[in-house]
């Protein structure tokens, strides 16, 4: 349900207006606060040069100092010269639910400020949101016609002195993946994380809502202040254009006092796109069932990638829904005739099978439609679409440097969307540019690349430990976690993967067979890859990670560490007057698992010491007898 209401009277909205030496008004400020009345956002329009700027205030203090909002098209240069026009105050209320995500029921609510401005008789809204986690904005341009977009002006100017950065150098060449972690370049990939040490704040700058209409920008960053850049590509693909009425992506800031729990847990990115497309809808509301989340077997990095059968086989006795086929699988097997049989042999078994697909086959539409309606017709239940990150006009050759966030390979995404709808088609992306909740608008999309995983033999734990700090705050990730030779952590490290990265499909790098015989079966087994709910327990970026999901009335607990620790786990969010079942498996050595099963409630606490590297995971049934 979602209610729109249009108010003088909302909160602590204002309009104020500052005079300068000369008592003449040189700033007008419109200002909105959260609904919970902790972040407030003042709106400067300033009259002497017609320019815009915001503001942004955490629980009094200022997180956000003055930073300007335009931006330079074809009907009009929205940086200066901008007339006031009218204000308008919107109440944004409504929840919505999805199949996969850190919660199944999500809570959109905001106040929303709407600007409109004018600038030689063009008119342009600036939309702001204040959000109990963070803030938003956007342009909104009314109309009808072509227009094209030459530069923007957007700028996020981070108050105070002493950061510290996490994030990714730019370009980052997401199919050869750059590590997540602390950064200190001019030029950086979005989003990046600070930590505001005087003013005891976290914030995750971003954007939300990425599309073909537009583009995924870069931070060029000046000391505190990160400014949005088009792609360093886009003057070779050639213009940014789109069609009147035009509105842009939201550029976001979430925002957690005192840790990082508010960015780990948010949702802001999923609130801040569009509502999911009708086409996937149940007259319910619900999403149709053939988006089915799950886990899923892969073959590219363990091998025997020739054995469909045995790789359903595998997937059945492990009881999850997916095997995944990665590069030529279809002339391995024998072509279209083999596929179908193993398609035919894996729905016996109620596994579906997902195959590998690459850009060159779906750069334009017709391509993409075929291509998709004959892995449809082989009784495929998705693609794994990857090279998102190679020029497609010049041979998909890999000179340029961030191709896969311009507005043609957007655009390619977009009728890959479109066609996934029209062939009930789940989706993978590699390759591809970075998340920005577009699985709210299409929740076939299940997860997606745009990380150093596991693909990469040698990365350093830090990486693992940025994640989710920074990479699955913005969407699915495609990590593929659990391989005993690669991965840089012990096996309770690699154990809890599953937990604490989220995904609508989790795709397991480790051959399956290893899987079936390794004890931490026990727990992998039956860890969900959808969420009801998801609670930031304690951790540091690049350094560990503590984390707590719920699916139905059992709740998991993950850790992740780089240095060794110990940690004191409060209970405090079961329910009370319950007993748990408690499973823990935590490290005994690099590659072996202490096991234990005990009784927990409510008001116990759980001690668990981590190796260097090392990890644990837990797995907390309510009423379950304790077994040995």
Known sequence: MRTLHRSGRLFLAAILITFGAAGISAAAEYSIVSPDGNITVMVMHHQDDGTLSYRVESRGREIISASPVGIHTSRGDFRSGLTFVSRSLNTIDETF????????????????????????????????????????????????GDIEFFEENN??????????????????????????????????????????????????????????????????????????????????????????????????????????AQIVESCLVENLNPSTDPRLLNPDGTVKSWVRPGRVMWDFIAGDRDKPTMWVDLADEMGWEYYLADAGFANRWGGG???????????????????????????????AAANMRRYAEWGLKGA??????????????????????????????????????????????????????ERRRYPHLMTLEGVDGMERRTKPAANDLTIPYVRNVMGPVSYTVIHFDRSPGSHAY????????????????????????????????????????????????????????????????AGMTDQARTTDISLKFL???????????????????????????QTTTLSISMRQRGGFAIRLSPDAPVAP
């Open 384 to 437: 794994k679409i990857d090279f998102f990150d190679h020029n497609t006009l010049d041979e998909n050759s890999r000179e340029w440097r961030d191709y896969e966030d311009t507005q043609r390979s957007l655009q390619m995404r977009d009728w890959i969307f479109e066609l996934g709808i029209e062939n009930q088609f789940l989706l993978e992306l590699h390759g591809n540019t970075m998340p920005t909740g």
């Open 97 to 144: 639910t999805l199949p996969h995500g850190k919660v199944s029921t999500y809570q959109n609510h905001a106040i929303e400020q709407t600007l409109r401005l004018s600038r030689d008789g063009q008119a342009i809204d600036i939309l702001f949101r204040a959000y109990n986690d963070g803030v938003a904005f956007c342009f909104v341009i009314p109309g009808s």
């Open 155 to 260: 700028v996020i100017r981070l108050a105070g002195r002493n950061f510290t950065y996490w994030g990714q150098q730019h370009p980052n060449r997401y199919g050869y993946e750059g590590s997540l972690g602390p950064v200190a370049s001019e030029r950086l990939s979005i989003p990046v994380l600070a930590h505001l040490k005087d003013r005891d704040h976290y914030v995750l700058m971003g954007q939300a809502a990425t599309y073909g209409h537009y583009i995924q920008p870069h931070f060029e960053r000046s000391e505190s202040a990160f400014y949005f850049r088009f792609p360093l590509d886009q003057s070779r693909v050639g213009p940014v254009r789109s069609t009147l009425p035009f509105q842009s992506p939201w550029r976001m800031i979430i925002i957690s006092p005192n840790t990082p």
């Open 575 to 601: 329910s009370e007057g319950r007993d748990y079942a408690a499973l823990i498996f935590k490290d005994e050595t690099h590659t072996t698992m202490d096991r234990e099963i005990r009784t927990v409630k």
């Open 494 to 557: 690699q154990m809890a993967m599953p937990i604490v990265y989220e995904a609508g499909m989790m795709i397991y790098a480790e051959h399956g067979q290893k899987l079936l015989d390794w004890p931490g079966r026990e727990m992998i087994q039956d860890v969900p890859s959808a969420w009801d709910e998801t609670r930031f327990i304690e951790g540091r970026p690049a350094e560990y990670i503590i984390i707590a999901r719920r699916k139905g009335q059992d709740w998991f607990i």
């Open 337 to 367: 005739q083999a596929v179908r049989e193993a398609t035919q042999y894996a729905a016996s078994k109620h596994v579906g099978i997902i195959g590998w697909a690459h850009t060159r086959d779906y750069d334009t539409y017709e391509k």
